[in-house]
Each structure stands twice: as C-alpha cells, then as structure tokens.
C-alpha cells in the first residue's frame, strides 16, 4: 500500500490513507474502510486539480508507486522559503504526459468523495 495523507484525527492519533491496486483495480484505503475508486478517477483529479511539477522546486522524494501501465504517482515533501512546516504533495506522471502536482491532502479528499460516492451508487 502506498500512503497518499497522513492527519491527526478528531481523537488526536495518526490517521493514514493509501492507495492499492487489486488487479486493475485502484484502491482507496482508510480507518473508515476501503473503497474501488472509478476507472480513470486518478487521472481526472489530477486534471483537475493538479498543476504541471516544477521539477527545478526544492523537494524530497518520501515514496513512488506504480498505478498501472505507464502511470505512477510520487509523494513529495516540499518547504518553501516562507513554510514554517513542510507540505506533502503527490506528483502523478503518465507515459508521454507533462507531470501534474497536486497537495497530497486535496487529492486525498477527492479520491476519497468518488470512492465513497461509487460504492453508495452499488
């Protein structure tokens, strides 16, 4: 499993959500439960979302996950000059596609939205 957001819950522990693929399957894991995400969801938050990687941007590699053929995603820790705390962002590339970025926590709500609302819809 891959974590995409880690946060403190309303208890105050450490609460992590992940990404795995069953098969062709992408899904989205938390304390709460997992749900399959739609085929193409990934691609589509980060089309919307997302913004092209500045590759030159100080940041440090904290994991990479193979998605699916030709696609993966990378989560990064980046610290502006101005941050007082670093921001963890998810970098999503596709074979012959510009890299998009996004904060970790942002993809992390979307994901979680279509997963959840895919298995309400049966």
């Known amino acids: 499993m891959f974590r995409i957001h880690e946060f403190s819950s ?3 522990n450490l609460s992590s959500v992940y990404l795995r693929t069953d098969g062709e399957e992408l899904v989205i894991v938390s304390e709460e439960g997992a749900w399959p995400l739609p085929r193409g969801a990934l691609q589509a938050v980060f089309m919307r979302y997302g913004a092209p990687f500045d590759e030159s941007a100080r ?3 904290v994991a990479s996950f193979r998605v699916g053929e030709g696609e993966g995603l990378q989560h990064v820790r980046h610290l502006a000059g101005y941050d007082v705390i670093a ?22 709500a979307a994901l979680l939205r279509l997963g959840q609302a895919q298995a309400a819809r049966g």
């Open 87 to 108: 921001r963890d962002y998810l970098v999503y590339e596709r074979a012959q596609d510009e890299a998009l970025c996004a904060l970790a926590a942002t993809v992390t």
């Open 59 to 61: 940041s440090s590699l």
């Open 10 to 12: 309303p208890s105050g």
